[in-house]
């Protein structure tokens, strides 16, 4: 069974700095993209960075210049540097991983991120 676990996130101060991991297991398949997703209260669920097995990377506009997504040297893992931080980045991250061989989504528990004085 795949499953994509992510530890880390918590509260940090506005203009400071959060590192969220992802590990993925349960497959010996690499997956093609890895990225994360955001949900703050009251709003839908979106798109913060992916990365693309092999390199290439896409950005929401608003983290662009703040946030850098990597993979992982064991391939299926990725990080998200988070760097000034404002409290409209305040959500439940949500770890995702795509498959295409199997055309098949999969999504982590989600760490909460809350920035505030």
């Known amino acids: 069974q795949v499953r994509l676990v992510e530890p880390g996130g918590g509260l940090v101060q506005p203009g400071g700095s959060l590192r969220l991991s992802c590990e993925g297991s349960?497959?010996?398949?690499?997956?093609?993209?890895m990225g994360w997703y955001r949900q703050a209260p009251g709003k839908q669920r979106e798109l913060v960075a992916t990365?693309?097995?092999?390199?290439?990377?896409n950005y929401a506009d608003s983290v662009k210049e703040r946030f850098t997504i990597s993979r992982g040297n064991a391939n299926n893992t990725v990080y998200l540097q988070m760097n000034s931080l404002t409290p409209e980045d305040t959500a439940v991250y949500f770890c995702?991983?795509?498959?295409?061989?199997?055309?098949?989504?999969?999504w982590g528990q989600g760490t909460q991120v809350t920035v505030s004085p």
């Open positions: 990365a693309i097995n092999g390199g290439g990377a």
């Open positions: 995702n991983a795509f498959l295409r061989r199997r055309i098949q989504y999969y």
């Open positions: 349960g497959t010996i398949f690499i997956f093609d993209t």
